[in-house]
Nanobody, 126 residues
Framework: QVHLVESGGGLVQVGGSLRLSCEFS????????MGWFRQSPGKEREFVSA????????YYSDSVKGRFTISRNNAKNTVYLQMNSLKPEDTAAYYC???????????????????WGQGTQVTVSS
C-alpha cells in the first residue's frame, strides 16, 4: 500500500526557515515525479515545486523561486522542501504528491499526480 507522509511543518516567524520532508513507500516502481503543493482556506490547491526522481530536474512556481529548494534522497525514498525567507502568504497546508507517469507539461498541475499525502501545516506569523 502506498504511503506518503509529510513532516516538518510548524509555526515560524516572517523571514524564518522550515524544512519539510516527505517519505514515500509502497510503490512497485519509483514515481517519475514528486511534487509539493499547498492550499490555504478558501483557495485552490497550488503548485509549489517538483523534482524528477531520475535525473533530478527541478521545477518551481514563480512565487517561491529563489526562496525554496526541493531535493530528494532516492536511497531513503524521501523528498525535501527547504523553505527560506518565509512570508505570511506562504501560510498553508503543504501536500506531497507522487506522479507515476507525470510528463513535463503536467508537472505543475495537480491532475498530473496519482498519490497524495495528508499534508502538514505551515504557519508564518508576522
Amino acid at each position: 500500500q502506498v504511503h506518503l507522509v509529510e513532516s516538518g511543518g510548524g509555526l515560524v516567524q516572517v523571514g524564518g526557515s522550515l524544512r519539510l520532508s516527505c517519505e514515500f513507500s509502497g510503490f512497485s516502481r519509483m514515481p517519475r515525479v514528486m511534487g509539493w503543493f499547498r492550499q490555504s482556506p478558501g483557495k485552490e490547491r497550488e503548485f509549489v515545486s517538483a523534482v524528477r526522481l531520475s535525473g533530478g530536474t527541478t521545477y518551481y512556481s514563480d512565487s517561491v523561486k529563489g526562496r525554496f529548494t526541493i531535493s530528494r534522497n532516492n536511497a531513503k525514498n524521501t523528498v525535501y522542501l527547504q523553505m527560506n525567507s518565509l512570508k505570511p502568504e506562504d501560510t498553508a497546508a503543504y501536500y506531497c504528491a507522487a506522479g507515476l507517469g507525470t510528463i513535463t507539461s503536467e508537472t505543475a498541475n495537480s491532475r498530473g499526480y496519482d498519490y497524495w499525502g495528508q499534508g502538514t501545516q505551515v504557519t508564518v506569523s508576522s
